[in-house]
């Protein structure tokens, strides 16, 4: 079996963008006779449990077999409030301890997931390099910019190939990816190196793709840059248990804020409080997943007791709550107002058979809804909120089906990245 050296930043416990891609792509890759060899972030321990094979820079096994070294070691989670862990898988910083932290919350805060990985990645992959002499390639995502500068010196140090999988723009990095090393003007640079070098490229999405070819157009060709996109997860596939605890969410509406900022999540709530009050009924207990939201804030909007909070901190906890919903809605932030992806878990979820719905600006997002079987609402609109809501509480049939036959399926997708890792080595 050919070895392949990760370098993910956002591995699981972390949950930012391309997370699951990393995790789903990883935990295949054995099945298609390649060993991913893991650089991934510290792990989640319950108290008490931080010793043993996921110490910083001790191997441990994924669920397929996949190799995996930590750049940190375990974070105890029991004592944490589970918004603050779900905040840290999702980017944040580790929040802080003492008296004076609570005083002075960013004093005292210690580095997020993947910045720790950032400071320790390099030195713990060229121990893996230098370990294990027949490593035959290297894949990497983007952003962190420092995680694909890790990998160009890897690929000149040791001679291996690189895959560059990159998830958005180096030069414009949405708050929900990874940090990156570099200032924006460096960003820049990188990203025109490997886009114009002749590196192995891959994107999730057309539109993503379109962006970089028309950027460096002259410079980068067509087939300099091949499309992997995300596919929808099956849970008979996933070995991995969901947290003891979950809300049960069965039968309930379930409303996804996860990509909005703080004060976008005050004014969805708010547009939600507007149209509970005049219309109530097919909103009430639901249950919200979000980690920028509070008690006090639904005490704020008055909707203390008609809706549950939860913030899950893994994926697993996260697609079982959708998996049993009523019916799904996904809030995407203005951020996301000219964004070239789908977030993964948008994937998921229009796999699932579920009724769904987006709440969106014009763009990828909202196009994917109509396309896939959802219903598309105008972000920021109310009244095109409480109608798409009326539309999708009290759609017959109890599931929105049309469009997911034409999701991408797993294999295929796999069969066609394991071609272009081949791609890459050399002859």
């Known amino acids: 079996m050919r070895k392949i050296l990760f370098l993910a930043p956002n591995y699981p416990p ?11 792509i990883a935990s295949t890759l054995p099945d298609y006779g390649w060993e991913p060899m893991v650089i991934a972030p510290p792990a989640f321990v319950s108290s008490g449990e931080s010793s043993g094979p996921d110490e910083a820079g001790e191997e441990t096994s994924g669920v397929n077999g996949e190799r995996i070294w930590r750049t940190g070691s375990p974070v ?3 004592e944490m409030e589970a918004c603050g862990v779900a905040a840290l898988a999702y980017g944040g910083s580790m929040p ?3 008296a004076l932290g609570k005083v ?3 004093r005292f805060s210690a580095p997020g997931l993947c ?3 950032e400071k320790h990645a390099a030195a713990l992959a060229e121990k893996v390099m230098s370990q294990f002499g027949d490593i035959d390639a290297v894949f990497v995502q983007g952003p962190s910019a420092r995680a694909l500068e890790i990998a160009l010196e890897i690929s000149v140090r040791h001679g291996v190939p690189v895959l560059f999988d990159l998830q958005a723009p180096l030069a414009r990095q949405s708050s929900f990816a990874p940090s990156g090393s570099l200032r924006s003007g460096e960003c820049g640079s990188l990203e025109e190196k490997l886009l114009t070098s002749g590196y192995s490229l891959i994107t999730p999405t057309r539109a993503l793709k379109e962006y970089f070819l028309t950027k460096y157009f002259g410079r980068v060709t067509h087939d300099d840059i091949t499309i992997i996109a995300d596919t929808p997860h099956d849970a008979a596939d996933d070995p991995r248990a969901p947290w003891e605890g979950i809300a049960d969410s069965t039968g309930r509406p379930v409303f ?3 990509r909005l900022t703080e004060k976008e999540t005050g004014d969805f709530f708010r547009s939600l409080s507007h149209f ?3 219309a109530g009924g097919c909103c009430s207990d639901a249950v919200v997943v979000t980690h920028n939201a509070s008690g006090k804030m639904l005490k704020k909007f008055g909707l203390e007791g008609s809706l549950e909070l939860v913030c899950p901190f893994s994926e697993e906890d996260l697609l079982a709550l959708c998996r049993k919903a009523g019916f799904i809605f996904y809030a995407a932030g203005r951020q996301d107002e000219d964004a070239l992806r789908v977030p993964e878990l948008l994937v998921d979820v229009a796999g699932m058979g579920v009724r769904w719905a987006v709440s969106a600006h014009e ?5 994917f809804a109509s396309e896939a079987g959802g219903l598309s609402v105008l972000a920021g609109d109310e009244a095109a909120l409480a109608a798409g809501l009326r539309e999708i509480a009290g759609a017959a049939g109890g599931k929105f089906t049309q469009g997911i036959e034409e999701l991408p399926q797993h294999e295929k997708v796999m069969e066609a990245l394991v071609r272009e890792i081949a791609l890459t080595l050399p002859v």
């Open 14 to 24: 972390g949950m930012t963008d391309g997370s699951s891609r990393a995790f789903r």
């Open 76 to 78: 105890e989670v029991e």
């Open 96 to 98: 802080p301890k003492g």
């Open 104 to 106: 002075l919350p960013s």
């Open 115 to 117: 910045a720790i990985w």
């Open 256 to 258: 996804l804020l996860q």
């Open 276 to 278: 509970m009050g005049a």
């Open 363 to 367: 763009g990828v997002i909202s196009r």
